[in-house]
C-alpha cells in the first residue's frame, strides 16, 4: 500500500494553530474573522489601509462589544497585531481578503479595493501562503485577477501558493445565524488549495461546502442575493398594484403566506438598504454584458427597486 503523499507545511502549521493570520480589510466581514481566529487559538494581524481606523479599534472603539472584549485580550496576550503597514505582514502565511467591492457612478463593479490588496499581499507573500478572496465579485475574479497578481511574483497556485475563494455569508447583527454557524462555499483553484481553504475555514466554521472552482463559488454568491433582489421587486411592484387597485398588499401577503409549499413571503419597502441586495446584482449583469447576454430580469429587478423611494415620497 502505497504511503499517503506528506501534507504541505501550511497545513500542518495550521493544525498545530502555528500560523499567523492576516485578515485585510477591518469591516462588518473582517473583525469577526479576526475575532474567530482569536478565539481558535491563532496569532492574527489585521490590516486596514485607513489609520484611523486602525486607532478607533486600538482605543476600544468598535461596532461590537464583544468584539472590543475579543479584541482587548488577543492585543493583551500579544497574539494580535492592528496596523496600516503593509510591512506588518511580512510574517502572515494565510491572507483573508475582505475588501469593499461597491459600484461607481456608472453602476460598474469597481475592484479596485482587490486590486491593491492582492498588489500588496503579492509582493509579501511566502511560498506556501494561502491567499482567500472574500469579497464579493463577478464570476472569474479569483482566477483573472488574483492568479496573474501572484504570478507575477512566481507564485504559482498547485505550485508554491494555495489560492482559494470562499465568499463571505456574514450577516451583521443577526444573533441567530453567527460566522460559526452559517454554512461556507470554500472553493480552490485546484484540489490542493481547495483543501488548504477548507483546513484554514475548519477551525473558524462549523460546515464546509466544498465547491469545484472560484467561478462556481462567485457565482453562487451572486445568486444568493439576486434571488433576494428580483423577489423583493416583485413585492415592490405588487405593491404599486396594489396600491392602484385599493388593495392592502399585506394582507394579500399573510393569505399567500398560508401555503405551506412553493411560497415564501417577501415585503414591499422604501427602497433597498443593506451592503449586498443593492449592489451584487450588478455585479453578475455586468460580467453577463462582456458575454453578449443580456441579463433582463436582473436589470428589471435593479430598476424596480431603485424607483421605490421616489414612490413613497
Known sequence: MAPHPPKPPIIERLNQRQARIGIIGLGYVGLPLVCAFLEAGFKVTGFDRDPHKIENLELGLCFNEAF???????????????????????????FIICVPTPLDSTRTPDISAIVDAITMIAALARPGSIIALESTSYPGTTEEIIVPALGKQGLRPGSNVHVVYSPERIDPGNVHYTLRNIPKLVSGVDPACLEAGRVLYSF??????????????????????????????????????AHRMDIDIYEVIRAAATKPFGFTAYYPGPGLGGHCIPVDPSYLAWKARTYNVDARLIELAGEINRAMPAYVL
Request: proline fraction near 3%.
Open 68 to 94: 472590543t472584549a475579543i479584541l482587548q485580550q488577543g492585543t493583551a496576550r500579544k497574539s494580535l497585531a492592528l496596523t496600516s503597514n503593509a510591512s506588518d505582514l511580512a510574517h502572515v502565511e494565510a
Open 204 to 241: 473558524i466554521v462549523d460546515h464546509i461546502v466544498p465547491v469545484s472552482q472560484p467561478r462556481v463559488a462567485e457565482m453562487a454568491k451572486l445568486m444568493e442575493n439576486i434571488q433576494r433582489a428580483v423577489n423583493i421587486a416583485l413585492a415592490n411592484e405588487m405593491k404599486l398594484l
